[in-house]
Protein backbone atom coordinates (compact mmCIF):
# COMPACT_ATOMS: atom_id res chain seq x y z
CA UNK A 1 0.00 0.00 0.00
CA UNK A 2 1.40 3.22 -0.81
CA UNK A 3 1.49 6.35 0.80
CA UNK A 4 -1.22 8.10 -1.20
CA UNK A 5 -3.47 5.01 -0.57
CA UNK A 6 -3.37 5.08 3.01
CA UNK A 7 -3.99 8.86 2.80
CA UNK A 8 -6.98 7.83 0.45
CA UNK A 9 -8.35 5.04 2.78
CA UNK A 10 -8.30 7.02 5.72
CA UNK A 11 -11.38 9.57 4.26
CA UNK A 12 -13.72 6.91 4.60
CA UNK A 13 -12.44 5.53 7.81
CA UNK A 14 -12.64 9.33 9.33
CA UNK A 15 -15.92 9.49 7.41
CA UNK A 16 -17.56 6.41 9.70
CA UNK A 17 -16.62 7.91 12.69
CA UNK A 18 -18.24 11.00 12.20
CA UNK A 19 -21.23 9.52 11.34
CA UNK A 20 -21.64 7.40 13.97
CA UNK A 21 -21.69 10.25 16.30
CA UNK A 22 -18.02 10.58 17.48
CA UNK A 23 -16.67 13.90 18.38
CA UNK A 24 -15.52 15.26 15.08
CA UNK A 25 -12.34 16.26 16.92
CA UNK A 26 -11.82 13.27 17.97
CA UNK A 27 -12.50 11.58 14.80
CA UNK A 28 -9.73 13.95 13.37
CA UNK A 29 -7.43 12.83 16.44
CA UNK A 30 -7.63 9.36 16.00
CA UNK A 31 -7.29 8.99 12.48
CA UNK A 32 -4.41 11.28 11.94
CA UNK A 33 -2.52 9.28 14.70
CA UNK A 34 -3.71 6.05 13.26
CA UNK A 35 -2.94 7.19 9.70
CA UNK A 36 0.79 8.21 10.83
CA UNK A 37 1.24 5.10 12.29
CA UNK A 38 0.70 2.95 9.10
CA UNK A 39 2.81 5.66 7.10
CA UNK A 40 6.11 5.23 9.54
CA UNK A 41 5.42 2.11 10.52
CA UNK A 42 5.82 3.05 14.57
CA UNK A 43 3.82 5.22 16.55
CA UNK A 44 8.07 6.56 17.47
CA UNK A 45 7.16 10.06 15.23
CA UNK A 46 3.60 10.95 16.08
CA UNK A 47 4.54 10.42 19.74
CA UNK A 48 7.36 12.35 19.68
CA UNK A 49 5.40 15.71 17.98
CA UNK A 50 2.61 15.17 20.18
CA UNK A 51 4.60 16.06 23.38
CA UNK A 52 5.08 19.63 21.69
CA UNK A 53 2.13 19.95 19.58
CA UNK A 54 -0.52 20.50 21.98
CA UNK A 55 0.67 23.16 24.15
CA UNK A 56 2.13 24.29 21.12
CA UNK A 57 -1.60 24.46 19.35
CA UNK A 58 -3.58 25.71 22.98
CA UNK A 59 -0.95 28.35 23.08
CA UNK A 60 -0.65 29.53 19.78
CA UNK A 61 -0.76 33.26 19.14
CA UNK A 62 -2.74 33.53 16.36
CA UNK A 63 -5.41 31.26 17.53
CA UNK A 64 -5.46 32.90 20.94
CA UNK A 65 -8.14 35.38 19.30
CA UNK A 66 -10.80 33.03 19.06
CA UNK A 67 -11.61 32.48 22.85
CA UNK A 68 -11.10 36.55 23.00
CA UNK A 69 -13.89 36.81 20.46
CA UNK A 70 -15.60 34.65 22.14
CA UNK A 71 -15.85 36.45 25.19
CA UNK A 72 -16.58 39.64 23.31
CA UNK A 73 -19.42 38.26 21.98
CA UNK A 74 -20.84 36.55 25.35
CA UNK A 75 -20.09 40.44 27.25
CA UNK A 76 -21.92 42.35 24.00
CA UNK A 77 -24.70 39.97 24.75
CA UNK A 78 -24.46 41.41 28.97
CA UNK A 79 -24.44 44.82 27.15
CA UNK A 80 -28.12 45.20 26.02
CA UNK A 81 -26.36 46.20 22.90
CA UNK A 82 -28.36 43.92 20.96
CA UNK A 83 -31.34 45.41 22.23
CA UNK A 84 -30.54 49.26 21.12
CA UNK A 85 -29.38 48.01 17.95
CA UNK A 86 -32.85 46.23 17.47
CA UNK A 87 -34.53 49.32 18.62
CA UNK A 88 -32.34 52.06 16.63
CA UNK A 89 -33.11 49.33 13.08
CA UNK A 90 -36.67 48.86 13.91
CA UNK A 91 -37.17 52.85 14.35
CA UNK A 92 -35.93 53.51 10.89
CA UNK A 93 -37.34 50.64 9.01
CA UNK A 94 -40.03 48.95 11.50
CA UNK A 95 -42.94 50.90 9.24
CA UNK A 96 -42.21 49.84 5.99
CA UNK A 97 -43.58 46.32 4.44
CA UNK A 98 -41.85 43.65 6.77
CA UNK A 99 -39.57 46.16 7.98
CA UNK A 100 -39.49 44.52 11.73
CA UNK A 101 -37.70 41.98 10.14
CA UNK A 102 -35.82 43.31 8.12
CA UNK A 103 -34.56 45.56 11.21
CA UNK A 104 -34.06 42.22 12.66
CA UNK A 105 -31.36 41.57 10.16
CA UNK A 106 -30.06 44.79 9.91
CA UNK A 107 -29.54 44.22 13.67
CA UNK A 108 -27.86 40.99 13.20
CA UNK A 109 -25.70 42.70 10.72
CA UNK A 110 -25.04 45.08 13.03
CA UNK A 111 -23.82 42.71 16.46
CA UNK A 112 -22.46 40.97 13.79
CA UNK A 113 -19.75 43.36 13.51
CA UNK A 114 -18.86 42.93 16.98
CA UNK A 115 -19.44 39.70 17.11
CA UNK A 116 -17.47 36.56 15.40
CA UNK A 117 -20.07 33.78 16.29
CA UNK A 118 -23.33 33.42 14.32
CA UNK A 119 -24.83 30.99 16.84
CA UNK A 120 -24.05 33.71 19.06
CA UNK A 121 -25.66 36.30 17.07
CA UNK A 122 -28.68 34.34 15.92
CA UNK A 123 -29.70 33.52 20.20
CA UNK A 124 -29.01 37.22 20.91
CA UNK A 125 -30.67 38.60 18.51
CA UNK A 126 -33.74 36.07 18.88
CA UNK A 127 -33.76 36.91 22.27
CA UNK A 128 -34.44 40.80 21.19
CA UNK A 129 -36.39 40.36 18.02
CA UNK A 130 -38.64 37.32 18.27
CA UNK A 131 -40.77 39.12 20.82
CA UNK A 132 -41.15 42.11 18.75
CA UNK A 133 -41.91 40.37 15.53
CA UNK A 134 -44.74 38.31 17.36
CA UNK A 135 -45.89 41.37 18.91
CA UNK A 136 -46.02 43.11 15.13
CA UNK A 137 -47.57 40.34 13.76
CA UNK A 138 -45.00 38.17 11.79
CA UNK A 139 -45.90 34.98 11.57
CA UNK A 140 -43.17 32.18 13.40
CA UNK A 141 -42.43 31.08 10.19
CA UNK A 142 -40.27 34.32 8.53
CA UNK A 143 -39.46 35.42 12.12
CA UNK A 144 -37.24 31.97 12.41
CA UNK A 145 -36.05 32.26 9.36
CA UNK A 146 -35.15 35.60 8.94
CA UNK A 147 -33.34 35.28 12.19
CA UNK A 148 -31.77 32.36 11.34
CA UNK A 149 -30.54 33.44 7.97
CA UNK A 150 -29.96 36.87 9.97
CA UNK A 151 -27.34 34.97 12.60
CA UNK A 152 -25.01 34.25 9.57
CA UNK A 153 -24.25 37.46 9.59
CA UNK A 154 -22.53 36.75 12.90
CA UNK A 155 -19.60 35.39 10.83
CA UNK A 156 -19.57 36.70 7.41
CA UNK A 157 -19.12 40.22 9.13
CA UNK A 158 -15.61 40.58 10.39
CA UNK A 159 -14.32 40.06 13.02
CA UNK A 160 -15.19 36.43 12.30
CA UNK A 161 -13.78 33.59 13.55
CA UNK A 162 -13.98 31.08 11.00
CA UNK A 163 -11.98 33.56 8.59
CA UNK A 164 -9.22 33.18 11.67
CA UNK A 165 -8.97 29.51 11.42
CA UNK A 166 -9.13 30.30 7.15
CA UNK A 167 -6.13 32.69 7.08
CA UNK A 168 -3.99 30.09 9.92
CA UNK A 169 -5.07 27.11 7.55
CA UNK A 170 -3.77 28.96 4.43
CA UNK A 171 -1.43 31.46 5.78
CA UNK A 172 -2.97 34.71 4.54
CA UNK A 173 -3.01 38.25 6.29
CA UNK A 174 -6.42 38.18 8.56
CA UNK A 175 -6.77 41.94 8.15
CA UNK A 176 -6.77 41.39 4.48
CA UNK A 177 -9.63 38.75 4.71
CA UNK A 178 -11.36 40.42 6.98
CA UNK A 179 -11.91 43.64 4.72
CA UNK A 180 -12.78 41.17 1.95
CA UNK A 181 -15.40 39.84 3.89
CA UNK A 182 -16.80 43.11 4.53
CA UNK A 183 -18.77 43.75 1.05
CA UNK A 184 -20.17 40.71 1.19
CA UNK A 185 -21.26 40.25 4.35
CA UNK A 186 -23.45 44.01 3.42
CA UNK A 187 -24.55 42.37 0.63
CA UNK A 188 -25.99 39.78 2.51
CA UNK A 189 -27.85 41.77 4.70
CA UNK A 190 -29.11 43.70 1.53
CA UNK A 191 -30.14 40.21 -0.29
CA UNK A 192 -32.27 39.01 3.29
CA UNK A 193 -33.96 42.09 3.36
CA UNK A 194 -34.90 41.96 -0.59
CA UNK A 195 -35.81 38.11 0.55
CA UNK A 196 -38.49 39.51 3.42
CA UNK A 197 -39.62 42.52 0.63
CA UNK A 198 -40.52 39.67 -1.51
CA UNK A 199 -41.70 37.33 0.98
CA UNK A 200 -44.50 39.78 2.41
CA UNK A 201 -46.09 40.31 -0.90
CA UNK A 202 -46.27 36.92 -1.97
CA UNK A 203 -47.47 36.34 1.43
CA UNK A 204 -49.45 39.56 2.64
CA UNK A 205 -50.80 37.74 5.79
CA UNK A 206 -47.22 37.11 7.24
CA UNK A 207 -46.60 40.47 8.54
CA UNK A 208 -48.55 43.06 10.37
CA UNK A 209 -48.23 46.59 10.13
CA UNK A 210 -46.07 49.31 12.69
CA UNK A 211 -46.15 52.62 12.95
CA UNK A 212 -44.02 55.04 11.72
CA UNK A 213 -41.50 56.51 14.21
CA UNK A 214 -41.12 60.50 14.36
CA UNK A 215 -37.46 61.63 13.21
CA UNK A 216 -36.73 62.58 17.30
CA UNK A 217 -37.20 59.00 18.42
CA UNK A 218 -35.22 57.80 15.32
CA UNK A 219 -32.15 60.00 16.15
CA UNK A 220 -32.23 59.31 19.71
CA UNK A 221 -32.25 55.79 19.14
CA UNK A 222 -28.69 56.21 17.44
CA UNK A 223 -27.14 57.36 20.03
CA UNK A 224 -27.59 54.25 21.91
CA UNK A 225 -25.96 52.51 19.09
CA UNK A 226 -22.25 54.80 19.91
CA UNK A 227 -20.95 51.98 22.21
CA UNK A 228 -20.94 49.05 19.29
CA UNK A 229 -19.96 51.72 17.05
CA UNK A 230 -16.94 52.28 19.38
CA UNK A 231 -15.94 48.67 19.71
CA UNK A 232 -16.64 48.16 16.32
CA UNK A 233 -14.37 51.23 14.83
CA UNK A 234 -11.60 50.11 17.56
CA UNK A 235 -11.40 46.37 16.88
CA UNK A 236 -12.14 45.84 13.14
CA UNK A 237 -10.27 49.72 12.14
CA UNK A 238 -7.40 48.73 14.28
CA UNK A 239 -7.08 45.52 12.89
CA UNK A 240 -7.11 47.12 9.12
CA UNK A 241 -5.28 49.95 10.17
CA UNK A 242 -2.13 48.02 11.29
CA UNK A 243 -2.09 49.68 14.76
CA UNK A 244 -2.79 45.90 16.73
CA UNK A 245 -2.20 42.61 15.74
CA UNK A 246 -5.81 40.83 15.41
CA UNK A 247 -5.44 38.99 19.02
CA UNK A 248 -4.18 42.68 20.38
CA UNK A 249 -8.14 43.63 18.73
CA UNK A 250 -9.81 40.84 19.80
CA UNK A 251 -8.52 41.65 23.58
CA UNK A 252 -9.48 45.25 22.82
CA UNK A 253 -12.79 44.74 22.05
CA UNK A 254 -13.50 42.29 24.80
CA UNK A 255 -12.23 44.86 27.35
CA UNK A 256 -14.63 47.46 25.78
CA UNK A 257 -17.24 45.68 25.54
CA UNK A 258 -17.03 43.79 28.86
CA UNK A 259 -16.72 47.21 30.39
CA UNK A 260 -19.60 48.78 28.67
CA UNK A 261 -21.97 45.35 29.88
CA UNK A 262 -20.26 46.58 33.61
CA UNK A 263 -21.58 50.21 33.19
CA UNK A 264 -25.32 48.74 32.01
CA UNK A 265 -25.41 46.75 34.61
CA UNK A 266 -25.27 43.36 32.63
CA UNK A 267 -21.76 42.28 33.96
CA UNK A 268 -22.03 41.18 37.49
CA UNK A 269 -20.77 37.64 39.64
CA UNK A 270 -23.85 35.52 37.88
CA UNK A 271 -23.36 36.55 34.58
CA UNK A 272 -19.92 36.83 34.58
CA UNK A 273 -19.62 32.99 35.78
CA UNK A 274 -22.20 32.22 32.74
CA UNK A 275 -20.41 34.00 29.95
CA UNK A 276 -17.15 32.23 31.01
CA UNK A 277 -18.82 28.63 31.49
CA UNK A 278 -20.22 29.62 27.47
CA UNK A 279 -16.69 30.89 26.65
CA UNK A 280 -15.37 27.40 27.75
CA UNK A 281 -17.93 25.30 26.03
CA UNK A 282 -17.31 26.95 22.70
CA UNK A 283 -14.08 27.60 22.79
CA UNK A 284 -12.79 23.81 24.14
CA UNK A 285 -14.84 22.20 21.31
CA UNK A 286 -13.20 24.58 18.80
CA UNK A 287 -9.71 23.85 19.90
CA UNK A 288 -9.91 20.22 19.99
CA UNK A 289 -11.04 20.40 16.61
CA UNK A 290 -8.06 22.58 15.38
CA UNK A 291 -5.96 20.29 17.06
CA UNK A 292 -7.35 17.05 15.50
CA UNK A 293 -7.37 18.49 12.27
CA UNK A 294 -3.49 19.47 12.99
CA UNK A 295 -2.86 15.84 13.32
CA UNK A 296 -4.85 14.52 10.45
CA UNK A 297 -3.60 17.23 8.35
CA UNK A 298 0.00 16.38 9.28
CA UNK A 299 -0.51 13.38 8.23
CA UNK A 300 -1.82 14.19 4.89
CA UNK A 301 0.87 16.48 4.07
CA UNK A 302 3.00 13.52 5.15
CA UNK A 303 1.20 10.83 2.67
CA UNK A 304 1.61 14.10 0.00
CA UNK A 305 -1.79 13.68 -1.11
CA UNK A 306 -2.87 17.07 -1.25
CA UNK A 307 0.35 17.86 -3.19
CA UNK A 308 -0.12 15.03 -5.69
CA UNK A 309 -4.28 15.97 -6.09
CA UNK A 310 -3.01 19.17 -6.80
CA UNK A 311 -0.66 17.97 -9.58
CA UNK A 312 -3.18 16.19 -10.79
CA UNK A 313 -5.87 18.14 -11.23
CA UNK A 314 -3.55 21.27 -12.63
CA UNK A 315 -2.71 18.67 -14.96
CA UNK A 316 -5.73 16.77 -16.57
CA UNK A 317 -6.73 21.04 -18.79
CA UNK A 318 -10.07 20.88 -16.26
CA UNK A 319 -12.10 23.86 -16.39
CA UNK A 320 -11.32 25.61 -13.37
CA UNK A 321 -15.30 27.11 -13.17
CA UNK A 322 -16.52 24.19 -13.51
CA UNK A 323 -14.05 22.44 -10.94
CA UNK A 324 -14.78 25.56 -8.80
CA UNK A 325 -18.95 24.86 -8.83
CA UNK A 326 -18.38 21.23 -8.07
CA UNK A 327 -16.13 22.34 -5.31
CA UNK A 328 -18.83 24.43 -4.02
CA UNK A 329 -21.79 21.87 -4.52
CA UNK A 330 -20.18 19.87 -2.48
CA UNK A 331 -19.92 22.21 0.34
CA UNK A 332 -23.12 22.91 0.33
CA UNK A 333 -24.28 19.28 0.37
CA UNK A 334 -21.95 18.45 3.28
CA UNK A 335 -22.88 21.68 5.14
CA UNK A 336 -26.42 20.11 5.36
CA UNK A 337 -24.78 17.88 8.17
CA UNK A 338 -22.02 18.91 9.22
CA UNK A 339 -20.91 22.38 11.29
CA UNK A 340 -18.97 25.06 9.60
CA UNK A 341 -15.70 24.93 11.46
CA UNK A 342 -15.25 21.17 11.42
CA UNK A 343 -16.12 21.64 7.53
CA UNK A 344 -13.24 24.21 6.89
CA UNK A 345 -10.50 22.75 8.84
CA UNK A 346 -11.39 19.21 7.12
CA UNK A 347 -11.64 20.21 3.01
CA UNK A 348 -9.16 23.29 3.25
CA UNK A 349 -5.92 21.58 3.45
CA UNK A 350 -7.05 19.18 0.75
CA UNK A 351 -8.56 22.03 -1.20
CA UNK A 352 -6.63 25.29 -1.37
CA UNK A 353 -3.78 23.75 -2.66
CA UNK A 354 -5.97 22.11 -5.59
CA UNK A 355 -7.91 24.92 -6.06
CA UNK A 356 -4.80 27.36 -6.09
CA UNK A 357 -3.24 25.04 -9.01
CA UNK A 358 -6.03 26.33 -11.42
CA UNK A 359 -5.76 29.46 -13.24
CA UNK A 360 -8.35 31.83 -12.07
CA UNK A 361 -7.03 34.87 -13.48
CA UNK A 362 -6.01 35.90 -10.27
CA UNK A 363 -3.03 36.60 -8.34
CA UNK A 364 -2.11 33.80 -5.52
CA UNK A 365 -3.11 35.92 -3.07
CA UNK A 366 -6.32 37.35 -4.33
CA UNK A 367 -7.43 34.13 -5.35
CA UNK A 368 -6.75 32.90 -1.55
CA UNK A 369 -9.01 35.96 -0.48
CA UNK A 370 -11.68 35.35 -2.71
CA UNK A 371 -11.69 31.56 -2.11
CA UNK A 372 -11.76 31.99 1.66
CA UNK A 373 -14.43 34.07 1.23
CA UNK A 374 -16.55 32.20 -1.18
CA UNK A 375 -15.71 29.09 1.20
CA UNK A 376 -16.98 31.39 4.18
CA UNK A 377 -20.33 31.84 2.68
CA UNK A 378 -21.04 28.32 1.45
CA UNK A 379 -20.24 26.64 4.69
CA UNK A 380 -22.48 29.43 6.70
CA UNK A 381 -25.24 28.47 4.18
CA UNK A 382 -24.73 24.84 5.93
CA UNK A 383 -25.84 26.86 9.10
CA UNK A 384 -29.30 27.31 7.77
CA UNK A 385 -29.79 24.39 5.26
CA UNK A 386 -32.09 21.64 6.63
CA UNK A 387 -32.03 19.08 8.05
CA UNK A 388 -28.78 19.95 10.45
CA UNK A 389 -28.70 23.81 10.52
CA UNK A 390 -27.52 24.73 13.45
CA UNK A 391 -28.87 28.31 13.61
CA UNK A 392 -32.60 26.74 12.94
CA UNK A 393 -32.25 24.73 15.46
CA UNK A 394 -30.94 28.07 17.85
CA UNK A 395 -34.02 29.96 16.77
CA UNK A 396 -36.58 27.05 16.59
CA UNK A 397 -36.04 26.30 20.01
CA UNK A 398 -36.99 30.16 21.21
CA UNK A 399 -39.76 30.37 19.55
CA UNK A 400 -42.20 28.01 21.24
CA UNK A 401 -45.11 28.32 19.08
CA UNK A 402 -43.43 27.63 16.07
CA UNK A 403 -42.74 23.86 14.32
CA UNK A 404 -39.56 23.01 13.31
CA UNK A 405 -41.23 22.69 9.98
CA UNK A 406 -42.33 25.98 9.42
CA UNK A 407 -38.53 27.32 10.33
CA UNK A 408 -37.60 25.10 7.49
CA UNK A 409 -40.22 26.65 4.67
CA UNK A 410 -38.96 30.10 6.50
CA UNK A 411 -35.65 30.17 5.77
CA UNK A 412 -35.87 28.84 2.03
CA UNK A 413 -35.94 32.39 0.43
CA UNK A 414 -32.95 33.06 2.31
CA UNK A 415 -30.77 29.82 1.52
CA UNK A 416 -32.31 31.24 -2.46
CA UNK A 417 -31.01 34.65 -2.10
CA UNK A 418 -27.28 33.21 -0.39
CA UNK A 419 -27.01 30.87 -3.30
CA UNK A 420 -27.75 33.94 -5.80
CA UNK A 421 -24.91 36.02 -3.47
CA UNK A 422 -22.43 32.81 -3.92
CA UNK A 423 -23.14 32.86 -8.09
CA UNK A 424 -22.53 36.68 -7.95
CA UNK A 425 -19.28 36.81 -5.84
CA UNK A 426 -18.08 33.52 -7.90
CA UNK A 427 -19.00 34.98 -11.07
CA UNK A 428 -16.98 38.74 -10.22
CA UNK A 429 -14.18 37.94 -7.73
CA UNK A 430 -13.68 41.64 -8.16
CA UNK A 431 -17.06 42.37 -5.77
CA UNK A 432 -14.99 40.70 -3.18
CA UNK A 433 -11.33 41.93 -4.25
CA UNK A 434 -12.01 45.78 -4.72
CA UNK A 435 -12.04 47.01 -0.79
CA UNK A 436 -8.67 44.85 -0.57
CA UNK A 437 -7.21 46.67 -3.99
CA UNK A 438 -8.19 50.07 -2.56
CA UNK A 439 -7.00 49.62 0.73
CA UNK A 440 -3.61 48.07 0.08
CA UNK B 1 -21.80 8.09 46.51
CA UNK B 2 -22.34 8.01 43.20
CA UNK B 3 -23.94 11.34 43.01
CA UNK B 4 -21.44 12.52 45.05
CA UNK B 5 -18.69 11.87 42.42
CA UNK B 6 -20.46 13.31 39.92
CA UNK B 7 -21.71 16.44 41.59
CA UNK B 8 -17.54 16.22 42.60
CA UNK B 9 -16.27 15.99 38.59
CA UNK B 10 -19.07 18.31 37.85
CA UNK B 11 -17.87 20.81 39.84
CA UNK B 12 -14.23 20.48 39.03
CA UNK B 13 -14.82 20.71 35.68
CA UNK B 14 -17.09 24.15 36.42
CA UNK B 15 -13.68 25.36 38.82
CA UNK B 16 -10.98 24.65 35.75
CA UNK B 17 -13.27 26.48 33.51
CA UNK B 18 -13.70 29.33 35.74
CA UNK B 19 -9.99 29.46 36.50
CA UNK B 20 -9.31 29.22 32.73
CA UNK B 21 -11.58 32.05 32.19
CA UNK B 22 -10.35 33.99 34.84
CA UNK B 23 -6.58 33.59 32.90
CA UNK B 24 -8.15 34.80 29.62
CA UNK B 25 -9.29 37.71 31.78
CA UNK B 26 -5.74 38.57 32.92
CA UNK B 27 -4.69 38.12 29.36
CA UNK B 28 -7.53 40.69 28.37
CA UNK B 29 -6.18 42.86 31.03
CA UNK B 30 -2.49 42.43 30.41
CA UNK B 31 -2.89 43.15 26.35
CA UNK B 32 -5.26 46.18 27.19
CA UNK B 33 -2.40 48.24 29.28
CA UNK B 34 0.35 46.64 27.30
CA UNK B 35 -0.88 48.35 23.81
CA UNK B 36 -2.31 51.33 25.94
CA UNK B 37 1.48 51.46 26.98
CA UNK B 38 2.78 51.57 23.84
CA UNK B 39 -0.01 54.47 22.80
CA UNK B 40 1.61 56.57 25.56
CA UNK B 41 4.99 56.24 25.24
CA UNK B 42 5.68 59.78 24.60
CA UNK B 43 4.57 60.60 28.41
CA UNK B 44 7.22 57.97 29.17
CA UNK B 45 4.78 54.87 29.39
CA UNK B 46 5.67 51.25 27.04
CA UNK B 47 4.16 48.42 26.23
CA UNK B 48 4.71 45.19 28.77
CA UNK B 49 7.70 43.50 27.80
CA UNK B 50 7.67 40.34 26.11
CA UNK B 51 3.22 40.51 26.16
CA UNK B 52 2.97 37.91 23.82
CA UNK B 53 4.54 35.32 25.78
CA UNK B 54 1.83 36.38 28.72
CA UNK B 55 -0.91 35.73 26.13
CA UNK B 56 0.13 32.24 25.06
CA UNK B 57 0.77 31.42 28.81
CA UNK B 58 -2.54 32.62 29.65
CA UNK B 59 -4.59 30.81 26.39
CA UNK B 60 -2.53 27.56 26.67
CA UNK B 61 -3.85 26.93 30.52
CA UNK B 62 -7.46 28.22 29.75
CA UNK B 63 -7.91 25.64 26.92
CA UNK B 64 -6.43 22.72 28.57
CA UNK B 65 -8.16 23.73 31.61
CA UNK B 66 -11.81 24.10 29.50
CA UNK B 67 -11.48 20.72 27.96
CA UNK B 68 -13.04 18.97 31.43
CA UNK B 69 -16.18 21.48 30.88
CA UNK B 70 -16.89 20.57 27.33
CA UNK B 71 -16.35 16.65 27.88
CA UNK B 72 -18.80 16.56 31.13
CA UNK B 73 -21.17 18.51 29.24
CA UNK B 74 -21.04 16.18 26.26
CA UNK B 75 -20.81 19.56 23.90
CA UNK B 76 -18.04 17.84 21.57
CA UNK B 77 -19.31 19.10 17.93
CA UNK B 78 -20.45 15.69 16.36
CA UNK B 79 -22.73 14.42 13.44
CA UNK B 80 -26.15 13.20 14.82
CA UNK B 81 -27.97 12.63 11.55
CA UNK B 82 -27.26 8.84 11.26
CA UNK B 83 -27.35 8.30 14.64
CA UNK B 84 -30.59 9.74 15.73
CA UNK B 85 -32.46 7.03 13.44
CA UNK B 86 -30.81 3.94 15.30
CA UNK B 87 -32.76 2.63 18.81
CA UNK B 88 -31.61 4.56 21.62
CA UNK B 89 -29.60 0.87 22.73
CA UNK B 90 -27.47 1.36 19.89
CA UNK B 91 -26.51 4.92 21.08
CA UNK B 92 -25.73 3.98 24.34
CA UNK B 93 -23.50 1.73 22.89
CA UNK B 94 -21.86 4.23 21.27
CA UNK B 95 -21.55 6.79 23.76
CA UNK B 96 -19.87 4.07 25.66
CA UNK B 97 -17.27 3.72 22.79
CA UNK B 98 -17.07 6.94 22.13
CA UNK B 99 -16.15 7.80 25.36
CA UNK B 100 -13.78 5.27 25.56
CA UNK B 101 -11.96 6.64 23.03
CA UNK B 102 -11.61 10.12 24.13
CA UNK B 103 -10.45 8.64 27.66
CA UNK B 104 -7.80 6.77 25.32
CA UNK B 105 -6.96 10.33 24.05
CA UNK B 106 -7.04 12.62 27.10
CA UNK B 107 -4.61 9.63 28.49
CA UNK B 108 -1.85 9.57 25.52
CA UNK B 109 -2.23 13.69 25.55
CA UNK B 110 -1.41 13.90 29.42
CA UNK B 111 1.25 11.41 29.28
CA UNK B 112 2.85 13.03 25.92
CA UNK B 113 2.13 16.56 27.90
CA UNK B 114 4.38 15.06 30.59
CA UNK B 115 6.65 13.96 29.05
CA UNK B 116 7.28 16.97 26.78
CA UNK B 117 6.60 19.01 30.39
CA UNK B 118 10.38 16.95 31.56
CA UNK B 119 12.21 17.74 28.62
CA UNK B 120 11.45 21.23 28.54
CA UNK B 121 12.56 20.69 32.29
CA UNK B 122 15.59 18.94 31.55
CA UNK B 123 17.38 21.25 29.04
CA UNK B 124 15.97 24.47 30.73
CA UNK B 125 14.26 26.05 28.35
CA UNK B 126 13.19 29.79 28.63
CA UNK B 127 10.69 31.90 26.38
CA UNK B 128 13.26 34.44 24.28
CA UNK B 129 11.95 37.59 25.96
CA UNK B 130 10.95 37.43 29.84
CA UNK B 131 12.89 34.25 30.17
CA UNK B 132 10.25 32.46 32.44
CA UNK B 133 11.02 28.77 32.12
CA UNK B 134 8.99 27.02 29.20
CA UNK B 135 8.04 24.10 31.48
CA UNK B 136 6.12 26.31 34.06
CA UNK B 137 3.42 26.82 30.94
CA UNK B 138 3.97 23.18 29.96
CA UNK B 139 2.90 22.31 33.41
CA UNK B 140 0.36 25.16 34.45
CA UNK B 141 -1.40 22.96 31.10
CA UNK B 142 -1.12 19.66 33.11
CA UNK B 143 -3.78 20.98 35.45
CA UNK B 144 -6.06 20.82 33.34
CA UNK B 145 -5.01 17.44 31.39
CA UNK B 146 -5.11 15.90 33.93
CA UNK B 147 -9.14 16.96 35.04
CA UNK B 148 -9.25 16.34 31.09
CA UNK B 149 -8.15 12.39 31.99
CA UNK B 150 -10.39 12.49 35.26
CA UNK B 151 -13.66 13.52 34.03
CA UNK B 152 -13.07 11.54 30.71
CA UNK B 153 -13.10 8.36 32.94
CA UNK B 154 -16.12 9.82 35.07
CA UNK B 155 -17.41 10.30 31.33
CA UNK B 156 -17.19 6.65 30.90
CA UNK B 157 -18.64 5.16 33.90
CA UNK B 158 -21.38 7.27 33.47
CA UNK B 159 -22.47 5.68 29.73
CA UNK B 160 -21.40 2.41 30.94
CA UNK B 161 -24.18 2.90 33.69
CA UNK B 162 -26.04 4.30 31.43
CA UNK B 163 -26.25 0.99 29.18
CA UNK B 164 -26.68 -0.99 31.57
CA UNK B 165 -29.67 0.47 33.19
CA UNK B 166 -31.20 1.64 29.94
CA UNK B 167 -31.73 4.93 31.05
CA UNK B 168 -30.50 8.12 28.57
CA UNK B 169 -28.38 10.31 29.55
CA UNK B 170 -28.46 14.31 29.88
CA UNK B 171 -26.63 15.77 27.44
CA UNK B 172 -25.71 19.09 27.87
CA UNK B 173 -27.13 21.97 25.86
CA UNK B 174 -25.29 23.19 22.14
CA UNK B 175 -22.55 25.59 22.69
CA UNK B 176 -22.82 28.90 21.45
Not at chain 1, 18 to 46: E, H, K, Q
Request: proline share 4%.
Amino acid sequence: MTNIDIALLSFPVLLLLIFLRVPIGLAMLLTGIGGSYFINGSFLMIFAQLKNLTWGTFSSYSLSIIPLFLLMGQFATLGGMSQSLFKAAETWMGHKKGGVAMAAVGACAGFGAICGSSLATAATMGQVALPELKRYGYSGELATGALAAGGTLGILIPPSVILVIYAILTEQNIAKLFVAAFIPGILAAIGYMIAIAIYVRLKPGSAGQRERAPYSERFRSLIDVWPVLLVFIAVVGGIYGGIFTPTEAAAIGAFGTGLIALVNGGLNRTTLKVSILATASATGMIFLIVFGAGVYNAFLALSQLPQTAATYVGSQGFNPWLVMVAVLLLYLIFGCVMDSLSMILLTVPIFFPIMSALDFGLSPEEFALWFGIIVLIVVEVGLITPPVGMNLFVINSMAKDTPLSATYRGVFPFVMTDIIRVAILTMFPAITLVAVRLLY
Amino acid sequence: MFDRIDRLMRSLAALLAILGGLALIAVILATVMSVSGRALLWAGLGPIRGDFELVELGTGFAVFAFLPWVQINRQHASVEILTMHLGSAANRVIDVISDLLMLAIALLLTWKHWAGTLDKFAYGETTFIIQYPIWWAYASGLVGAVGFVLVSIWCVILSVRALMNGESQTHGETAH
